[in-house]
């Protein structure tokens, strides 16, 4: 009788092996800029992030949506490339930094920053590579205005 019920655990146990289904994503190179990569993995979470600013990218097809979130990554690495050239660090003034954050949490219907990173985290977006995002866009506006003020004229 003993050897009746381990024979039928085994066999429980099997049948959840074979029937459970794993899910994985390979990670591909698929871009070089410079010395800048982008993988499947990076375009993914783009993808994830994109979308939970912009609800409407879910009515397009998928390689309309990979095709936004390749240029809007390529566009982010070469913003990352043109800044290390005039940045030591992403460091920003953390005044300027909150306004933002307060702005991306203002575009999720959230009120706080704790909400924000519960709904990022729901969402299986990382809250750091947002703000690394925010400190970016940031330092690329600093840039733009260091390097073009003298053009502008009001």
């Known amino acids: 009788m003993e050897i009746i019920k381990k024979i039928k655990n085994l066999l429980i146990i099997l049948c959840l092996f074979y029937n459970s289904t794993a ?3 390979e990670n591909k190179i ?5 010395n800048e990569i982008i993988t499947s993995i990076d375009i993914f979470n783009e993808i994830k992030y994109l979308k939970i600013l912009n609800k409407n990218l879910q009515s397009l097809k ?3 949506i990979f095709e ?14 043109e800044l290390s050239k005039y940045y030591e660090s992403f460091d920003v ?4 930094y909150e306004l933002l954050m307060q ?3 203002k575009k999720l219907g959230l009120r706080t920053k704790k909400e924000a ?3 990022l ?13 925010i400190k970016i866009e940031l330092l690329w506006n600093d840039l733009i205005v260091r390097k073009y003020s003298k053009d502008i004229k009001i």
Request: glycine share 0%.
């Open 23 to 25: 899910i994985a994503l």
């Open 30 to 34: 698929l871009f070089k800029v410079n």
């Open 62 to 64: 998928q390689n309309q």
């Open 68 to 81: 936004i979130s390749k240029n809007s990554i390529l566009r982010e690495k070469v913003k990352i490339i």
């Open 93 to 96: 003034d953390e005044k300027f």
């Open 103 to 105: 702005d991306f949490i």
């Open 117 to 119: 990173k519960e709904y």
């Open 121 to 133: 985290k729901n969402n299986e977006v990382d809250f750091d590579d947002v703000k690394r995002k």
